[in-house]
């Protein structure tokens, strides 16, 4: 049993506990009241009918120490219970007390504390929550603080990406909140295994999923963080083992990802796995605006019912006490001084920031440390607020410009412009790239080496973690790119990309400062929300890049010239030959949905004009690398358009191998899972305790549902191809899952809550005191 010094509790929690306590130790309830000015009750009961009530006082003095509790005893709790005339006054404190110490509150507290039993320090509660260990559990932080399964985890000698954030949630639990969106998303999961927490830019998305990630591996589940890539997720999947994964931003982090569908359609593989297993849980993010694109752009998320899994946080239909809940943690936690946080406590400023328009957890994280504000003088600190309440996004510009020289604001822009999450040594080779590009304008009499650099930005700004490279059914560290940077909160790219939204030469420097595709993925992604920004920074590069003969051979610059409009398109490619294109794709052995669509506008472009062997051998390069299925299908228009004819049997026939194999190996398990009411029929059996469901499997539906959604490419799978295609899956396993799954959908039940207008003074009455002493 753990010993508490109860630190990581806050004064209202703190009270909440005590009470508990008490409730269990005499056995009857306790009345505990709204937070409000308490008038000297922190709990009340009644041993008889009509006689007068015990009162409860909670001290939470554990960074105060016994003078100022006995002081505030003395002096202000006194007076109050005088107009109280409880039958008793018990009084109960984080503080540690000795017996002396003890009997010196009896004597100033006489005639209402007569006992010292009376007194409960910090000893005596942490006896009590040994002999009634169930109020532990009750308690979120206390629970997660004694859990050995997740000290276990926290102190294991190989420290990875997974440990690195369940170290990091467990470092904010002291500081969270429990809302009622902990306990609606909780429920939720435990209905559906999956949960998809979704909302606008710092409302807490990421600080819900860890905490509720963090419980589960307190109760026992084994923690993995997909960092990249939803194959690392598959290679460490085992049937009975107890798993938690999670995958934050999963669309990705300034901009929907350009859904290829084949990274989509594992996602949702991944999904319907975790989804029908008893052991497994899968906690995703992704921002509200991005995830609705998600469901326009990616087909399987559309038809996989990810609606039915997705817990909206909406700050909005927060209630005020929620709201000042969040602010007293942030408070309590702040490492501002008192002048500073007695402007917002004594001149009552905290309700104002509570019912604000743009009240946001992560703006209070902003206002309310010391790396973003003015510590000179404390006057201006309440204009502070206000203008970083009126302009959200603009909180980063004075630190962005006045706090950054050139070579921080270069890596701020290079992690910005480079999707938002770069590997160590791409990030790194880019950033020299810029010492010696000429971009740098002033001189600093700073260390400005790549490291330094990282050093000073990393308290602010960027954020540094370890990724894990996942293989088969072990993990392994890829040493080369195992850190990677990112930005401290997705607002400063917010800010950054605003700052930037019309310089089309700064991002194309930016840009063109990555040897590898982090930025030409940055351009990609931008696509969905600003075509004009992202043909323009295509149209720059291509012009300064033409007469580079690396950069023109790489697959890089294909997938640029991918962005460009018709007119440059064609402008810029008009003389560039298909065997160019032939041979990066033949070297890179890559070949996705923008590389594919490159393919299609250079041989619309340049066929007519080019031998049909050009032709064929550029569709054999496609051919030979490796596809997901939405690559095939992509493919399909290739050949509808552009296909020779004295090479059609034998690219035909290569396709149609592809495409069978991809149907094998990455389509069909899942078709038949998103489809099983369409080809079985189902009934109920009575027993005499229970209900069970029996079906019938249709193969010959499933084979015309399959080769009717083939209908349109230019080779349809042939029926008799489709029924051997059904020897490879266990259609009893996915229909018996499906019908399960159905099943327990129908008896769960959704959560709801509501709350009433609260007096939200009382919350902070005290505050400064319990902080400052």
């Known amino acids: 049993m753990n010993e508490y010094d109860f630190t990581n509790l806050n004064p209202n929690e703190f009270e909440t506990l005590a009470n508990d306590l008490l409730s269990r130790l005499y056995n009857l309830h306790i009345e505990s009241f709204k937070p409000g000015k308490d008038l000297g009750i922190d709990g009340r009961f009644f041993r008889f009918e009509n006689s007068p009530a015990t009162i409860i006082q909670c001290k939470h003095y554990a960074l105060s120490g016994f003078t100022k509790l006995l002081y505030d005893l003395t002096n202000t709790e006194i007076p109050k219970i005088k107009k109280l005339s409880p039958e008793k006054y018990i009084v109960t404190t984080s503080v540690p007390l000795s017996p002396q110490e003890k009997e010196k509150i009896k004597e100033n507290m006489f005639p209402f504390i007569v006992n010292t039993s009376d007194i409960f320090g910090k000893e005596d509660l942490n006896s009590l929550l040994r002999q009634f260990p169930e109020v532990e559990k009750t308690h979120y932080k206390l629970w997660i603080a004694s859990s050995a399964v997740l000290s276990q985890f926290l102190n294991a000698k190989i420290y990875n990406a997974s440990q690195s ?397 991918n962005l460009l409009d018709s007119e440059d398109f064609n402008l810029l490619f008009k003389k560039y030959e298909l065997s160019q294109v032939c041979k990066c794709i033949e070297e890179n052995k890559v070949i996705n949905e923008e590389l594919l669509n490159f393919c299609n506008k250079i041989l619309t472009l340049q066929s007519i004009n080019c031998s049909e062997q050009y032709v064929a051998n550029l569709i054999f390069a496609a051919l030979e690398c490796d596809m997901e299925y939405y690559d095939i299908i992509n493919m399909s228009s290739i050949l509808e358009a552009h296909l020779p004819e004295n090479f059609h049997d034998e690219i035909v026939e290569k396709y149609y191998s592809k495409l069978l194999d991809a149907w094998k190996y990455l389509r069909l398990e899942e078709f038949a899972a998103d489809n099983v009411e369409k080809f079985t029929t189902k009934s109920y059996v009575q027993y005499e305790d229970d209900c069970d469901i029996e079906f019938t499997i249709d193969e010959d539906k499933l084979a015309s549902l399959i080769a009717e959604d083939t209908a349109d490419l230019y080779t349809p799978i042939d029926i008799s191809d489709v029924k051997d295609l059904l020897y490879y899956i266990d259609l009893e396993s996915i229909v018996s899952d499906y019908y399960c799954q159905a099943s327990d959908d129908e008896s769960g039940g959704g959560g709801g809550y509501s709350s009433g207008k609260q007096d939200i003074h009382g919350i902070f009455e005290g505050f400064l005191t319990a902080k400052f002493g």
Request: charged fraction near 25%.
């Open 165 to 561: 954030v369940i170290a990091d949630a467990y470092d904010k639990c002291a500081n969270y909140v429990v809302t009622s969106s902990h306990s609606q998303a909780k429920e939720k999961i435990n209905t559906t295994n999956v949960l998809v927490i979704t909302g606008d830019p710092g409302v807490g998305k990421t600080t819900l999923a860890e905490q509720l990630c963090l419980e589960f591996v307190a109760d026992g589940y084994e923690f993995f963080a997909i960092t990249n890539d939803i194959e690392d997720g598959f290679a460490v999947l085992t049937r009975e083992s107890k798993q938690i994964f999670y995958f934050d931003d999963f669309l990705g982090k300034n901009y929907i990802e350009t859904l290829r569908f084949n990274e989509d359609s594992r996602i949702m593989q991944f999904i319907n796995t975790v989804a029908k297993s008893k052991h497994k849980k899968f906690i995703l993010t992704s921002r509200t605006n991005i995830l609705d694109q998600g469901y326009r752009v990616g087909p399987s998320f559309a038809n996989g019912n990810i609606k039915n899994k997705e817990y909206l946080i909406d700050v909005s239909q927060y209630n005020h006490i929620d709201k000042a809940k969040i602010l007293y943690s942030f408070l309590w936690r702040s490492d501002l001084t008192k002048d500073f946080l007695e402007q917002i406590i004594a001149r009552q400023e905290y309700v104002n920031i509570i019912y604000h328009r743009n009240y946001n957890p992560r703006l209070l994280e902003f206002i309310t440390s010391s790396e973003h504000v003015d510590l000179s003088t404390h006057n201006l600190y309440l204009q502070f607020i206000e203008n970083a309440l009126k302009n959200p996004a603009g909180i980063w510009e004075h630190p962005y410009n006045a706090q950054l020289d050139d070579a921080s604001r270069a890596v701020v822009d290079l992690i910005t412009f480079g999707n938002g999450n770069v590997a160590g040594d791409s990030l790194r080779k880019a950033y020299y790239n810029f010492q010696n590009s000429g971009l740098k304008n002033n001189k600093t009499h700073l260390a400005n080496d790549f490291d330094s650099v990282m050093s000073i930005l990393s308290r602010s700004f960027i954020k540094r973690t370890c990724a894990l490279e996942a293989t088969h059914q072990t993990l392994k560290y890829n040493q080369k790119d195992k850190i990677k940077f990112s930005l401290f909160n997705p607002s400063i790219s917010d800010y950054v990309l605003s700052r930037y939204n019309t310089d089309y030469w700064h991002i194309a420097d930016m840009i063109m400062l990555y040897e590898d595709d982090d930025g030409v993925i940055f351009l990609e992604n931008a696509v969905l929300h600003n075509k004009e920004l992202v043909k323009n920074v295509a149209k720059i590069i291509c012009d300064r890049k033409k007469d580079d003969a690396i950069f023109c051979n790489s697959t890089n610059y294909l997938r640029i010239g």
